[in-house]
């Protein structure tokens, strides 16, 4: 079930970059929904009404100022946002009632679930660049099916390389397909599947994986891949 909501979720995300801007706003703002629902369930801390609301108000401004804004360094206003979101963070913890059990966990647990939440927000600054529709369909779809191999018993360590060579695949056709190219879009395939991988790695490793947060979280941490290598790889 994880694994058909990761594809589904990775499908949306393509669909979405190609039908433009706004609408993968609305498709990022769904991933972003699913990581905050079951986060502090996954992690099993406490605070989570109020985690989840801050981390909702830092994924919602980060998505629209990414996408409107027109600034020469296009993730400025997601650097203001996570910090004003650390603040915000410190300031939950205050208003929690006493006694405030697993403080340092709870908190921790804010400030990296609004984190998580503004990279995913980086796949709207990617879809703004050049090719930017098809290095989002190219990450998104990599990181989706990086997480087949899944299904099938077998060890983690094949299973992470079967999983990186399907996404550096996925990325090869894509890129061989679109202005991408099929060099850098195995390299962003590549690295997609390696985002999907860790992602699914720190679920495994949680006290209580969440449905939606096991989901959700490995095309979250793909969106900075998306951005990065695509400006170094395709300008």
Avoid: K, N
Wanted: include cysteine; glycine fraction near 14%.
């Amino acid at each position: 079930m994880v694994i058909a909501l990761t594809l589904a979720l990775a499908g949306v995300l393509a669909l979405a970059a190609l039908a433009g801007a706004a609408v993968l706003v609305l498709a990022v703002a769904l991933v972003q929904g699913m990581v905050i629902a079951g986060w502090h369930r996954t992690l099993g801390v406490p605070g989570a009404v109020g985690g989840m609301v801050l981390a909702g108000v830092a994924a919602a401004a980060a998505d629209l100022l990414l996408w409107l804004r027109d600034d020469p360094r296009p993730l400025s206003p997601a650097a203001g946002v996570l910090g004003l979101t650390i603040a915000g963070g410190f300031f939950h913890q205050l208003t929690r009632r006493w006694p405030r059990d697993q403080l340092t966990a709870s908190l921790t647990g804010t400030v990296t679930l609004a984190t998580v939440a503004v990279l995913a927000a980086v796949f709207v600054s990617a879809r703004q660049t050049h090719g930017g529709a098809a290095l989002v369909s190219a990450v998104a779809l990599s990181a989706g099916v990086a997480r087949l191999p899944d299904l099938v018993p077998m060890s983690t360590w094949v299973r992470a390389t079967c999983g990186l060579l399907l996404g550096a695949a996925v990325g090869l056709l894509v890129g061989g397909w679109t202005i991408v190219g099929p060099g850098p879009g195995l390299l962003l395939g590549l690295a997609g599947a390696a985002a999907a991988e860790l992602g699914a790695a720190l679920v495994r490793r949680a006290p209580a994986a969440d449905l939606y947060t096991a989901a959700g979280l490995p095309l979250a941490l793909a969106a900075p891949v998306a951005y990065v290598l695509g400006r170094i790889l395709v300008g």
